[in-house]
């Protein structure tokens, strides 16, 4: 049954019809979008006939079913004509829909009268170029000499036909066999043409001849160095074998990644087409050493036998044979055929890693980052998009601190977008998971109202990719953008498109009907956001669970992968340990294969809320990625256990661009009496050192650590951080025992977390005493003591309101902190508070706090304080310090922050 004939069927039933009544058809109206260079300038009508009276029903099927219609615009402007319709289902097009507004089509068919609105939103902002100006500073490289494209890190050379004659990476060259395009077992002879050199890209054109088969090929290089290949087949040979063959060089085949990485025994692989999305990427790679990809965006006039085995890879040799055609067969006229490569990685990494302490619930915390807008309520106009909420944004972005926050998207869109509404049909992936996403709707009065929205996988061959560089176009102009540090996408795998009406599917030359991957549209939508991204101080992460394609995601800054481990840790807590492998984590975690910043999503308290207050489980997830220096953001974990190995990590300096890793498994340098205890370790600034000391097994071990590859027969102490014990290393050896399936940080020479010093160049986080708290929250660039930046309080008409700050401590030990500070305002008191903590929530200890009477200059504030070792203070692990300023309609200052420990 149509939807029509439900939806009769229902008010048939109905006791109480309201104002519906039967229909003898029905029309939906749909905005068309069929490409990324569609102006929207049409309607579709969807036409139902399947409730016609029987006469009705007559004419129809003799082809003489007339309908009269009227479409008025937002104008009311109106167009008259007739329709004659002979099937069920037809659908007519309006031309001429550019305006924004409101249109209505009315519609006769004898004495039934259907109507139906819809309203096109505003679309000026289609082909806005946004990420499309040039190429960004971070591949500056790209360049061509002679036929050498020069890229980041690595060089193609080119000769006659369209692929390398020579490509490096690291200086070092790739293969041992270059890749060729072999047409029944031989390579075509190429002739080189014309070289079109636009900002963006270079195109290598040329022929080529073999046989009757005469060819036209064109290459397309990128600026990270993504090879678009397209070559037509013209005078209609006869051909029964065509594939692509390359040999990788020895070094560069440790890894074969399809997306995901292929753990086979077996070094002989091979694999069908894929009809989903594994198995549509060939990548060999090797950890620091670069690799090799190739994909397709579909399998256009391949000619092969279903089930057929077309991919071929030799993880040994480092071979692989990718076959188009397997079985003879006679060309159509002019047969195209197109494929992607990429030699990677692409780009260098970020700057900033190691120490984001991503997702920091501590709030205050000094350079962590944290993501917004997850659960909607960030203050965006939508779910998956960037723009700013015309309101509600300022609400919940003016006290935040710069740079810090990571924005929550997606390639996809909800029904609360009314472009998303009016482009449904057209932009929607057929089949496509909907997710109900909530979104807090600002009622003005400083509350919401949670809402929730089906979500739309849209594709990105339309024209969604100018949306949402539109909506960050929007955020990067807010008076408040420079609280975003990076914007994100979730739903970002190479996922395949079955749809007729933007041209994802469609009939090849031999009349097959081929479905299309995304790979081309996504990233192009990638590829602009991070150039506009870079372009205004921002960063980039994406999501796509283990569907890495370095051809889309090696541009981004950062890859948020993990999530996938949920089912395994609801049947195994330990699972980090027990069933995920080390060549996973060196494959598919590994930044220097990715060739992008890796942070780990974790799956624990989505497998189980319960594991949230079991440190064991998170201990085990921190005790692998450590060991292969993965970066993790704290969500759904155990947080103490997360946020104290970041504070030990912060206080050895970890972040800097001089510290030094060396893995467990590349490290010769400090051993262990032990073979399952496994060491990495990291050489900071300072010369300190902190030692991962990793026990991977079910059961505890007792170990010799051997440290006489760093410092030989040294005498010192050294320090476990994680249980803060003291540790004698003898002749350059200690003992620890590390429990099962976790770990020990041991460093040296022993580093104290103090003494903090802030000079204020950064805003710290505020809290608002209530939503009609007017006090503003500011960095004052030169108010401070010699003109130096200052935090500043501005207290209007209401007054309250504070800055936070967090820092760790240790009952027993005593704190000074102090602060220098000033007010406006003669006689006003000013001053500060600590609370002691437990990890994120309040001890209910007594508050320490010290204040003094504002003389209209700069004060010194300070406070000594030793933290007891009984009651609630002794349970405290850290304070949040509040400041404070009584009384409205004053600025108060904050200037050299500074906390010593005894």
């Given at each position: 049954?149509?939807?029509?004939?439900?939806?009769?069927?229902?008010?048939?039933?109905?006791?109480?019809?309201?104002?519906?009544?039967?229909?003898?058809?029905?029309?939906?109206?749909?905005?068309?979008?069929?490409?990324?260079?569609?102006?929207?300038?049409?309607?579709?009508?969807?036409?139902?006939?399947?409730?016609?009276?029987?006469?009705?029903?007559?004419?129809l099927k003799a082809g003489k079913l007339k309908m009269t219609y009227e479409m008025k615009d937002p104008d009311g402007k109106v167009q008259k004509g007739s329709f004659t319709f002979k099937k069920p289902f037809e659908t007519r097009i309006f031309n001429g829909i550019n305006k924004a507004?409101?249109?209505?089509?009315?519609?006769?068919?004898?004495?039934?009268?259907?109507?139906?609105?819809?309203?096109?939103?505003?679309?000026?902002?289609?082909?806005?170029?946004?990420?499309?100006?040039?190429?960004?500073?971070?591949?500056?490289?790209?360049?061509?000499?002679?036929?050498?494209?020069?890229?980041?890190?690595?060089?193609?050379?080119?000769?006659?036909?369209?692929?390398?004659?020579?490509?490096?990476?690291?200086?070092?060259?790739?293969?041992?066999?270059?890749?060729?395009?072999?047409?029944?077992?031989?390579?075509?002879?190429?002739?080189?043409?014309?070289?079109?050199?636009?900002?963006?890209?270079?195109?290598?054109?040329?022929?080529?001849?073999?046989?009757?088969?005469?060819?036209?090929?064109?290459?397309?290089?990128?600026?990270?160095?993504?090879?678009?290949?397209?070559?037509?087949?013209?005078?209609?040979?006869?051909?029964?074998?065509?594939?692509?063959?390359?040999?990788?060089?020895?070094?560069?085949?440790?890894?074969?990644?399809?997306?995901?990485?292929?753990?086979?025994?077996?070094?002989?692989?091979?694999?069908?087409?894929?009809?989903?999305?594994?198995?549509?990427?060939?990548?060999?790679?090797?950890?620091?050493?670069?690799?090799?990809?190739?994909?397709?965006?579909?399998?256009?006039?391949?000619?092969?036998?279903?089930?057929?085995?077309?991919?071929?890879?030799?993880?040994?040799?480092?071979?692989?044979?990718?076959?188009?055609?397997?079985?003879?067969?006679?060309?159509?006229?002019?047969?195209?055929?197109?494929?992607?490569?990429?030699?990677?990685?692409?780009?260098?990494?970020?700057?900033?890693?190691?120490?984001?302490?991503?997702?920091?619930?501590?709030?205050?915390?000094?350079?962590?980052?944290?993501?917004?807008?997850?659960?909607?309520?960030?203050?965006?106009?939508?779910?998956?998009?960037?723009?700013?909420?015309?309101?509600?944004?300022?609400?919940?972005?003016?006290?935040?601190?710069?740079?810090?926050?990571?924005?929550?998207?997606?390639?996809?869109?909800?029904?609360?977008?009314?472009?998303?509404?009016?482009?449904?049909?057209?932009?929607?992936?057929?089949?496509?998971?909907?997710?109900?996403?909530?979104?807090?709707?600002?009622?003005?009065?400083?509350?919401?109202?949670?809402?929730?929205?089906?979500?739309?996988?849209?594709?990105?061959?339309?024209?969604?990719?100018?949306?949402?560089?539109?909506?960050?176009?929007?955020?990067?102009?807010?008076?408040?953008?420079?609280?975003?540090?990076?914007?994100?996408?979730?739903?970002?795998?190479?996922?395949?498109?079955?749809?007729?009406?933007?041209?994802?599917?469609?009939?090849?030359?031999?009349?097959?009907?081929?479905?299309?991957?995304?790979?081309?549209?996504?990233?192009?939508?990638?590829?602009?956001?991070?150039?506009?991204?870079?372009?205004?101080?921002?960063?980039?992460?994406?999501?796509?669970?283990?569907?890495?394609?370095?051809?889309?995601?090696?541009?981004?800054?950062?890859?948020?992968?993990?999530?996938?481990?949920?089912?395994?840790?609801?049947?195994?807590?330990?699972?980090?340990?027990?069933?995920?492998?080390?060549?996973?984590?060196?494959?598919?975690?590994?930044?220097?294969?990715?060739?992008?910043?890796?942070?780990?999503?974790?799956?624990?308290?989505?497998?189980?809320?319960?594991?949230?207050?079991?440190?064991?489980?998170?201990?085990?997830?921190?005790?692998?990625?450590?060991?292969?220096?993965?970066?993790?953001?704290?969500?759904?974990?155990?947080?103490?256990?997360?946020?104290?190995?970041?504070?030990?990590?912060?206080?050895?300096?970890?972040?800097?661009?001089?510290?030094?890793?060396?893995?467990?498994?590349?490290?010769?340098?400090?051993?262990?009496?032990?073979?399952?205890?496994?060491?990495?370790?990291?050489?900071?600034?300072?010369?300190?050192?902190?030692?991962?000391?990793?026990?991977?097994?079910?059961?505890?071990?007792?170990?010799?650590?051997?440290?006489?590859?760093?410092?030989?027969?040294?005498?010192?102490?050294?320090?476990?951080?994680?249980?803060?014990?003291?540790?004698?290393?003898?002749?350059?050896?200690?003992?620890?025992?590390?429990?099962?399936?976790?770990?020990?940080?041991?460093?040296?020479?022993?580093?104290?977390?103090?003494?903090?010093?802030?000079?204020?160049?950064?805003?710290?986080?505020?809290?608002?005493?209530?939503?009609?708290?007017?006090?503003?929250?500011?960095?004052?660039?030169?108010?401070?003591?010699?003109?130096?930046?200052?935090?500043?309080?501005?207290?209007?008409?209401?007054?309250?309101?504070?800055?936070?700050?967090?820092?760790?401590?240790?009952?027993?030990?005593?704190?000074?902190?102090?602060?220098?500070?000033?007010?406006?305002?003669?006689?006003?008191?000013?001053?500060?508070?600590?609370?002691?903590?437990?990890?994120?929530?309040?001890?209910?200890?007594?508050?320490?706090?010290?204040?003094?009477?504002?003389?209209?200059?700069?004060?010194?504030?300070?406070?000594?304080?030793?933290?007891?070792?009984?009651?609630?203070?002794?349970?405290?692990?850290?304070?949040?310090?509040?400041?404070?300023?009584?009384?409205?309609?004053?600025?108060?200052?904050?200037?050299?922050?500074?906390?010593?420990?005894?």
């Amino acid at each position: 049954m149509s939807a029509l004939e439900v939806r009769n069927q229902y008010i048939k039933q109905l006791k109480n019809k309201g104002n519906e009544k039967i229909e003898a058809y029905s029309i939906n109206l749909n905005g068309i979008n069929i490409g990324k260079n569609d102006k929207i300038d049409r309607l579709e009508a969807e036409f139902d006939f399947s409730s016609l009276s029987a006469e009705q029903e007559k004419l129809l099927k003799a082809g003489k079913l007339k309908m009269t219609y009227e479409m008025k615009d937002p104008d009311g402007k109106v167009q008259k004509g007739s329709f004659t319709f002979k099937k069920p289902f037809e659908t007519r097009i309006f031309n001429g829909i550019n305006k924004a507004g409101k249109y209505t089509l009315t519609t006769k068919i004898g004495k039934d009268t259907v109507v139906k609105s819809v309203v096109r939103p505003d679309f000026s902002w289609v082909g806005n170029g946004y990420g499309d100006e040039g190429v960004p500073e971070l591949w500056k490289d790209f360049g061509l000499k002679g036929r050498t494209v020069t890229l980041w890190n690595r060089t193609y050379k080119f000769g006659n036909g369209p692929l390398p004659v020579a490509i490096t990476a690291y200086g070092k060259k790739l293969f041992d066999k270059l890749p060729k395009l072999l047409i029944d077992g031989k390579e075509p002879v190429w002739k080189a043409g014309n070289i079109k050199k636009e900002d963006k890209w270079i195109t290598f054109y040329g022929t080529g001849k073999l046989g009757k088969a005469t060819i036209k090929y064109s290459t397309r290089i990128e600026y990270d160095g993504m090879m678009l290949v397209d070559w037509t087949i013209s005078g209609e040979p006869t051909i029964s074998d065509m594939k692509f063959t390359w040999k990788m060089a020895p070094e560069n085949h440790q890894f074969l990644m399809t997306p995901i990485v292929n753990e086979d025994k077996n070094p002989d692989v091979s694999w069908a087409y894929p009809e989903g999305g594994r198995g549509n990427l060939l990548w060999f790679v090797s950890e620091k050493k670069g690799g090799f990809a190739f994909s397709m965006v579909n399998d256009a006039n391949w000619i092969y036998n279903k089930g057929e085995k077309l991919f071929f890879a030799n993880k040994s040799t480092g071979d692989v044979t990718v076959k188009m055609i397997t079985r003879k067969v006679r060309m159509p006229k002019d047969t195209p055929y197109r494929a992607i490569f990429l030699a990677t990685p692409t780009r260098p990494l970020p700057a900033l890693q190691r120490d984001l302490k991503f997702s920091d619930s501590r709030g205050a915390s000094v350079g962590s980052k944290t993501m917004t807008n997850a659960g909607g309520d960030g203050g965006f106009a939508g779910i998956f998009h960037h723009a700013p909420h015309p309101t509600a944004f300022t609400a919940k972005h003016q006290d935040g601190i710069p740079n810090r926050t990571s924005v929550y998207g997606g390639i996809a869109l909800t029904t609360l977008e009314p472009e998303a509404r009016y482009l449904r049909k057209y932009w929607e992936v057929p089949g496509a998971y909907s997710y109900n996403m909530p979104w807090h709707k600002p009622l003005g009065n400083g509350k919401y109202k949670k809402d929730y929205y089906p979500s739309l996988s849209t594709c990105t061959s339309s024209v969604i990719t100018d949306f949402f560089l539109n909506a960050q176009h929007k955020l990067y102009n807010h008076k408040f953008s420079d609280r975003i540090w990076q914007v994100y996408y979730d739903l970002c795998g190479n996922s395949i498109c079955r749809s007729t009406l933007h041209g994802c599917r469609y009939t090849d030359k031999f009349g097959r009907e081929v479905n299309s991957y995304e790979i081309l549209g996504e990233r192009d939508l990638i590829r602009r956001t991070v150039a506009y991204a870079h372009k205004h101080g921002k960063t980039v992460m994406l999501h796509g669970q283990r569907s890495y394609f370095p051809m889309i995601h090696g541009l981004a800054d950062y890859w948020f992968p993990g999530e996938q481990y949920n089912v395994l840790l609801r049947r195994n807590p330990f699972g980090y340990a027990d069933e995920v492998s080390d060549d996973i984590y060196r494959s598919e975690f590994n930044k220097h294969v990715l060739g992008v910043g890796v942070v780990h999503l974790p799956a624990l308290g989505q497998a189980d809320s319960s594991f949230h207050g079991i440190p064991e489980y998170t201990e085990t997830m921190m005790a692998m990625l450590q060991s292969h220096d993965i970066e993790t953001t704290e969500s759904y974990t155990c947080v103490r256990v997360v946020q104290s190995v970041w504070d030990i990590l912060s206080k050895y300096n970890i972040g800097s661009p001089e510290t030094v890793c060396r893995l467990y498994h590349e490290q010769k340098e400090v051993t262990s009496s032990r073979p399952e205890i496994r060491i990495t370790y990291y050489k900071t600034p300072g010369d300190h050192y902190i030692l991962f000391i990793v026990n991977k097994t079910y059961r505890g071990r007792r170990s010799t650590i051997d440290l006489n590859g760093l410092v030989p027969n040294g005498n010192f102490k050294a320090i476990e951080e994680y249980k803060k014990k003291d540790i004698e290393v003898q002749n350059g050896k200690f003992s620890i025992f590390v429990p099962a399936r976790s770990f020990r940080i041991v460093c040296f020479p022993p580093k104290s977390f103090y003494p903090i010093t802030d000079s204020m160049n950064t805003k710290w986080g505020s809290w608002r005493s209530s939503i009609k708290c007017d006090t503003v929250f500011e960095l004052d660039p030169d108010g401070g003591i010699d003109n130096t930046p200052a935090i500043k309080i501005i207290s209007k008409n209401t007054g309250g309101g504070c800055f936070i700050r967090y820092f760790p401590i240790v009952p027993g030990k005593t704190y000074t902190i102090s602060m220098m500070m000033k007010n406006s305002v003669k006689n006003r008191s000013m001053g500060f508070s600590i609370q002691g903590r437990i990890n994120n929530y309040f001890a209910g200890a007594p508050l320490a706090s010290k204040k003094v009477v504002s003389n209209g200059g700069w004060q010194k504030v300070e406070l000594v304080f030793k933290v007891p070792t009984t009651g609630k203070w002794g349970k405290c692990n850290n304070v949040l310090l509040t400041t404070s300023s009584t009384g409205k309609n004053s600025v108060t200052l904050f200037d050299d922050f500074k906390v010593e420990e005894k």
